[in-house]
Structure formats: C-alpha cells, structure tokens
C-alpha cells in the first residue's frame, strides 16, 4: 500500500476552540482539540480512528471534510491542497469526501422523503440527468440493503439501524473517494450494529473507497481497519497495522485502552489495568508527555518532556519514551 | 464454546442457583432466598391502536449480596421492569399484572406513602446519566446530605459529615473539597460515582443500576465497574445492573436475565449462559458483539439479521423467530414458555421444550 502516493496527506494539523465564560462570555482560554497531527491516507485502505470523549477524533474527522476549519497545518486531498479551497471550487470538490454520521435519528432531515435526499446531491453536483436521477437512487438503496420503495418514504418510518444505512446511501450518491464514518455504530444496538459495520467494509471494498472510522469501541475498529490511530488529548500516541497495534501495542495509553475494554467471556475479569482518573482538561493540558498523570510507568522525565511519534520494533510508530514497557495482560490470545 | 458437558460448571458457579426459577415453574421457586422477587410483571403503554405491551410477564430474582445483569437490547422493556420495581413506571404507561416482591412483601401493593419507606431506604437507583440526574443548581455535598437526612433525622452538620465519608466510600478524591463543587464542575465519572455515593445514602440492600457506564469512556467505565464490584463486598450488596452490553456482564455478574420484546427469554448463571447460551437469541447477541482478538475476516461479523420489533406489532408466535437461526414451524404459531434447560438455567424457545422430545437436547453446540 506504501507504494501507491497517498489518497490524503495530513500535516501538522492543529484546530483550536475558543473557551468563552461567563456573562460577558470573556475569553478565558482554549482548547487544542486537534494539536499538530500528521499522518497519510492510502487509497482504498480503511483506517481507524480511536480515543475516548475528548480525544480530537471527531474534530479530526470533520477537518478532513472541511466541516471544520483548521487553525494551522496542511491536508493535501490527491494532491490538491484541501485548506487554500474556497467558494466554487471546493464546493466542487465535496462530491470526493463524504460523512457517515453517528446519530441517525439526528442526521436525517424528518421533512424530507428518502428519495429526494438521495437525489438532491446528484442534482447539486450535477452527477445525474434528471431524468436518471430515480434509477440512481433505487439502485444506491439497493446497495445499502433497503429496497428501492424506501425512497417514498420518510426517515421516521426507518429503524435506526435501516437509518444508517440511508446515511450511508446519502454519503455514497456523490461517488466520493473518501468516507469518514464518525461513530457509525455507536447509536445502534448490538444485533444490528454487526450489518453495519459489515456493510461499511463490503461497500469500501466493492467501491474501491478510502475510509476513516472513527470509533470509542476498540473491538468494532479491529474488525473492520487496516491501520489504526489512537489520539489522547488532541494527539496521536500510537499508530500501526491492525494487527500489530492489538497484537502488541506499545504505548501505555494503548495497552491500558485495551485491557479496559469488557470481554464477553467470564473467565477474564481480573486481566485489567484500571487507569486511574479522568482524561485531564485540554484547556489545560499537563507538561511533557499528556498521559502522564494515569501513566503506570510514567518517570520523571514524562512531566518534562513531550515524547514525539518514533518507529517502535513492532513496525508502528509511537509517541512514548519507554514503548513496550507495559505488559499487556492477557489482552488477547486466552481463546477458549 | 463447545459442546454440553456434564454441568461441572454450574454446580459450584454461584450462590445463586437455588434461587433461579420462574413463575412458570412454581415448584421450583425458593422465594425464601431471595431478596427481590419480580413475578409475572406486565406494563402496558396506550397506543393509539390499543395497549402496547411492553413488558410481558417478565420474571426472575435477585438473592441477598448477588449481582443480575438485566440484560437486552432497546425496547426491551429491560428499563421499565426495573422502574417498576420501585413503582417509578412513567405515566401513562402502568402496570396490569404481576407482583414485585421485596423480601416477601408486595411492593406493587403498598400506598404511595408507604413504599417511600423502600425507595432509598432499602432499594435505590443509579442511572445512566449522571448530568441529568443530579440538580445542577446545588452543590454535590448538598444534594447527598439531602439524601441523608431523607433517611435518617441527623443534623445537617452531621449528614454533611456522612456525605464526606460517603464520597470518600466511592473514592472521589479529595472528598472534602468536592462536597463544595456543582455538578458540572465533576467528570463524568466523579459524577457518577457522585450518583452512587447518593444512592448509598440510606443505605439500601438492593441497587438498580440502570445502564451506569454506557454514557461513559471504557478506561471510567472499568473504574465504576469496579467500585460496584467493591461496594458489593463491603456492604454486601445486591445489584440488578441494568444493561444492553453482554461483556460488562461478563465482567461483574453471577447471573443474566436476557429480556427481547418485553420477555424474559433466558435466565442462566453467567457461566453458563456465556459457555453455552441456551436462547438463539442470546446466541446471535454473542456472536454479534465484536471481541477484541477474535481474528474474524474483516466484515464478516456474525450479525443478527434484521431489527428488534416494534412493540406495537409484535411478530406471531415467538418475537424473535422473523429473526431467528434455528427457527421452526411451530416458532410463528405459538408462543414458547420458559423451559428448564439445565439447573438454574431457562430459555424460552421451543428448542427446550422437553414435550418436543429429545431432538433438541440442551447445550447444542454455541455459535
């Protein structure tokens, strides 16, 4: 995958949030929700994207699309530089990146019938003839698994589940070249989670499409990347291959992520390393490395330092100054 | 998973086996065992074509310092049953059957005043939300002194007292300077943890913990899951943890109660409903849920096919078998009871029903 240039190249990425208090809503500060990110897209890889509420993950995801401004840094979308667009033209460009949002209840226009949100893209970017147009939409309905008479009506009479899919319906009418799924599954229950998350990697893979999903839930993130990120605090601490970073993951934030994650098998309950405290304010993050604090083996030189991304022995790349020092507690293997 | 094995497993697993029964199977009821008792509880919710059935004779039992898992997906009724419990259904929806039984005594049948001398006092309950269920107008310490004198006729000086030494129980740091701070001032995990320090307050035998950790991170989530598991130790607590997440209740509890479309479908020590789940449904749940390492190919998680119904139009027969892997003619003709599996463990589904003879012998092989 290296080989090919990348579909997408993110530079130092930096997005800001002012903090305002109080009645006169002074400015009291600001959050570094993103603070300097870097890494590449491949075309048609599915690349995960993982932290806890606060992490930056979905600030990231919606920078990517431009639904977001970042204050400092480059992302360059097939050699075009996405963050010097503006007006027309990167109107023109949004039919290549599109979203997958994670409330579907809430992302879904309640007035609008299915079939014109379908169409309405492909009249706005002028993919279609009008003529085309319900043709187009059925067969996209079909693509996602709902039959093509969806299209006459309105989202209340979908399951959450059923409207995901025509999320992700509306998502694909472009024909855009990258999908960024913030929290696809999260809102579903678990039964029907597992259609969507298949669903997601067979359309990628049908479509030729890259994609960034963005998940809390390490396990749903394992069936379906190729790479995964994982971000603490606007950063990302460790980066690799799905199955280096789960088979041996080398930062601490990481190996302790893991072992938090509930397994559905009783005999496991004691193999956890419980972090202790809160994910600290990014209003105030601490000195040196952000983890710090809730580090199990944090030394003196994490307050003062900030450890950078460095290539780890697994082949990843991690931004800790002992990677690999904290054993991972039969975080897999054990299969019963 | 593999195949049934004699019930080595069972035997020792838990305490609570020889509580385990339903109201289906009277004879095996030990009613003396148990501290709560939910019997044939029904609630209903008008709709505009008639009374929708939310929760349907739903059953099962908590035994003295256990911890159940209440366990089902959304619209289940899993949420309301506990409500119920402590007679907290939401209007219009109200109970037409069944009874809750509290150390004996029917709570469904007291008066209003005299099941106040219950809430808190004997069963309390922790939410999902912690923002919304604390008043984000007082302080923390405030609102658990509240409590406290709600309980007991202390001073205010001295509930304050306990409200420190009842945030210091659920390890908040610092719990003297945080009585001072308002909700929003907390994490979210010191929120709930703020929540449960308030529903210790009089010092209850029963908690109902209703989704606790679901609006919380997964490295917060394993901290509150294991106060719970410590708060059950020191004060012996029973809980009815309240969840749609199987592996949480792998984690915590000795027993599950699986509820789909307003039913009990199963009921098994967590050993055995995790080695061998007896219900299809809870089969297709397990496999269904993504687990850290399992090496499946990518996107081919086992998925239950289609949705859960909509209680207003439940499907004939059993509710799951539109949706069901091992369905069978009878399955939309009529409605499976709960069967005996194996000591203490109960599906409801006609692959147990011991009248359909031995083909369907307990513990097929898991998924």
């Known amino acids: 995958m290296s080989a090919t240039r990348p579909l997408v190249e993110v530079r130092d990425l930096v997005k800001r949030f002012p903090v305002r208090r109080g009645l006169l809503q002074r ?269 199990p083996i944090a030394r003196p030189r994490c307050a003062q330092e900030r450890p950078v991304l460095e290539p780890t022995q697994k082949g990843g790349v991690a931004a800790c100054f002992y990677p690999g ?3 991972a507690p039969a975080v897999r293997g054990l299969e019963l | 998973m593999s195949q049934a094995s004699p019930d080595a497993t069972t035997a020792g697993a838990t305490t609570a086996g020889a509580t385990a029964s339903d109201a289906a199977a009277p004879a095996s009821r030990a009613a003396e065992r148990s501290l709560l008792r939910v019997e044939d509880l029904s609630v209903v919710f008008p709709g505009t074509a008639g009374p929708i059935p939310v929760v349907r004779r739903a059953s099962f039992s908590v035994a003295p310092g256990e911890m159940v898992g209440l366990v089902g997906e959304s619209g289940s009724g899993k949420s309301l049953t506990a409500l119920s419990i402590l007679g907290l259904v939401p209007a219009p929806g109200r109970i037409t059957s069944g009874r809750v039984l509290f150390e004996g005594r029917d709570l469904l049948s007291l008066a209003e ?32 002194a509240e409590a406290v004198r709600a309980h007991r006729r202390v001073s205010r000086k001295q509930a304050r007292e306990e409200a420190a030494e009842l945030l210091e129980r659920v390890a908040i740091p610092d719990p003297r300077q945080r009585l001072d701070d308002y909700p929003h001032q907390l994490s979210g995990g010191q ?31 394993a901290q509150i899951l294991d106060l719970l598991a410590r708060l059950r130790e020191e004060l012996g607590l029973a809980v009815l943890l309240i969840t749609h997440d199987l592996a949480v209740v792998a984690e915590t509890c000795e027993r599950v109660v699986v509820m789909y479309a307003g039913e009990v479908v199963e009921e098994s020590p967590a050993r055995d409903l995790f080695h061998r789940p007896a219900h299809p449904y809870t089969r ?60 203490g463990v109960w599906a409801r589904c006609f692959l147990h029903d011991p009248e359909r003879g031995a083909d369907s012998a307990p513990g097929e092989p898991g998924p």
Do not use: W
């Open chain 1, 27 to 295: 400015l009291k500060g600001e959050v570094r929700a993103v603070d300097g990110v870097s890494f590449d897209l491949h075309p048609g890889e599915c690349f995960g994207l993982v932290g806890e509420s606060g992490s930056g993950k979905t600030t990231l995801g919606r920078c990517l699309v431009r639904l977001l401004d970042p204050d400092a840094g480059g992302i360059l979308f097939d050699g075009i530089d996405l963050l010097a667009l503006k007006g027309e033209a990167l109107r023109r460009e949004r039919r290549r990146f599109q979203m997958v949002f994670q409330d579907p209840y809430g992302s879904l226009n309640p007035r609008m019938r299915v079939g014109r949100m379908l169409s309405e893209p492909l009249a706005v970017h002028d993919l279609v003839p009008p003529d085309e147009r319900q043709a187009r939409v059925a067969r996209l309905l079909e693509q996602v698994g709902l039959s093509p008479d969806a299209a006459s009506r309105f989202p209340h009479a979908f399951s959450g589940g059923q409207r995901q899919r025509i999320g992700i319906a509306r998502a694909l009418a472009t024909e855009p070249d990258l999908l960024v799924a913030d929290e696809p599954v999260s809102a579903l229950d678990v039964s029907v989670q597992a259609q969507i998350v298949n669903l997601l990697a067979r359309l990628q893979d049908e479509l030729g499409l890259t994609q960034v999903f963005i998940a809390h839930d390490l396990a749903v993130v394992e069936h379906i990347a190729h790479r995964v990120a994982v971000m603490y605090l606007g950063r990302i601490v460790e980066l690799a291959d799905r199955d280096t970073l789960f088979a041996s993951p080398q930062h601490p934030y990481t190996v302790s992520l893991l072992s938090a994650v509930p397994v559905p098998e009783v005999e496991r309950r004691q193999d956890r390393i419980v972090l202790p405290g809160d994910l600290p304010s990014p209003m105030s993050p601490p000195s040196g490395c952000p983890f710090h604090p809730r580090c």
């Open chain 2, 113 to 144: 005043r005299e099941l106040r001398a219950y809430r808190g006092a004997r069963i309390a309950i922790v939410f999902q939300e912690p923002a919304t269920a604390l008043n984000p107008v007082f302080t923390i310490g405030f609102q658990i």
């Open chain 2, 191 to 221: 929120r709930q943890r703020a929540m449960i320090a308030m529903a210790l307050a009089g010092g209850p035998d029963l908690l109902l913990a209703d989704e606790p950790t679901t609006a919380l991170d997964v490295t917060i989530q």
């Open chain 1, 325 to 327: 020092e904290l054993a």
């Open chain 2, 284 to 343: 297709g749940l397990l496999s269904a849920q993504p687990r850290l390492g399992a090496h499946v190919e990518r996107g081919h998680l086992e998925a239950i096919p289609g949705t859960v119904p909509d209680p207003a139009s439940l499907p004939a027969g059993c509710p799951f078998h539109p949706r069901c892997a091992e369905r069978m003619p009878v399955c939309d003709q009529r409605a499976p009871e709960l069967y005996e599996v194996a000591a």
